[in-house]
């Protein structure tokens, strides 16, 4: 069975950097991309980003261009969203997602939210 | 890039058929085959319905089904029942090598 279990919910200050966590199982780690997508209290779901675990080649949003790292560790099947620069506006619940389908993916962790505030 | 543009909500009876539209551009639902349509309910994860425009993923209901003509995708819920009641969401690969999202339509079973 895949599973994607994500890290806890975080507590951050403006101008902070957050640095979410994604372990996955149930299959090979290296086979599919990993997406992770934010999505701000009654929004919508906005993509940030993707890395291939095989090579660490990451593709990411315009939007959320040089604020956002995505790593991924094969040595504990792992990967890694930081954010910095923190704002209000990114208070939001943060998902890994990956599956075979490569830009559809169909595994989900449970999200973390992480809230921006002074 | 620009979000794709999706209703913002849509309702229906049971048994009845609605659909809600995906609209983008060339760049993205047009170039590519490579529309998906997510279902999330309040407080979970979403879950993909349709993949690659009009494929069904193991498990989810004949009652969905996707199409594409040019910019534009679409989802047809056949059959509406109680549960379908969510929000829904079309994603499309883009020239970018990214990944858009349309804005979410909130779908309301009368």
């Known amino acids: 069975e895949v599973q994607l279990v994500q890290s806890g919910a975080e507590v951050k200050k403006p101008g902070a950097t957050v640095k979410i966590s994604c372990t996955v199982s149930?299959?090979?780690?290296?086979?599919?991309?990993m997406h992770w997508v934010q999505q701000a209290p009654g929004k919508g779901l906005e993509w940030m980003g993707l890395?291939?675990?095989?090579?660490?080649?990451?593709m990411f949003a315009e939007k959320f261009q040089g604020r956002v790292t995505i790593t991924a560790d094969t040595s504990t099947d792992t990967t890694y969203m930081e954010l910095s620069s923190l704002r209000s506006e990114d208070t939001a619940v943060y998902y890994c997602?990956?599956?075979?389908?490569?830009?559809?993916?169909?595994?989900w962790g449970q999200g973390t939210l992480v809230t921006v505030s002074s | 890039q620009s979000a794709l543009t999706q209703p913002a909500s849509v309702s229906g009876s049971p048994g009845q058929s609605i659909t809600i539209s995906c609209t983008g551009t060339?760049?993205?639902?047009?170039?590519?085959?490579?529309v998906s349509w997510y279902q999330q309910h309040a407080g979970k994860a979403p879950k993909v319905m349709i993949y690659?425009?009009?494929k069904r993923p193991s498990g989810v209901s004949n009652r969905f089904s996707g199409s594409k003509s040019g910019n534009t995708a679409s989802l047809t819920i056949s059959g509406l029942q109680a549960e379908d009641e969510a929000d829904y969401y079309c994603?499309?690969?883009?020239?970018?090598?990214?990944?858009?999202f349309g804005g979410g339509t909130k779908l309301t079973v009368l």
């Open positions: 690659d425009v009009s």
């Open positions: 060339s760049s993205d639902v047009g170039g590519y085959n490579y």
């Open positions: 890395v291939d675990p095989e090579d660490g080649e990451t």
């Open positions: 997602a990956t599956g075979a389908g490569t830009w559809s993916p169909d595994y």
């Open positions: 149930g299959y090979t780690f290296t086979d599919y991309y």
């Open positions: 994603c499309s690969y883009t020239s970018r090598s990214t990944v858009v």
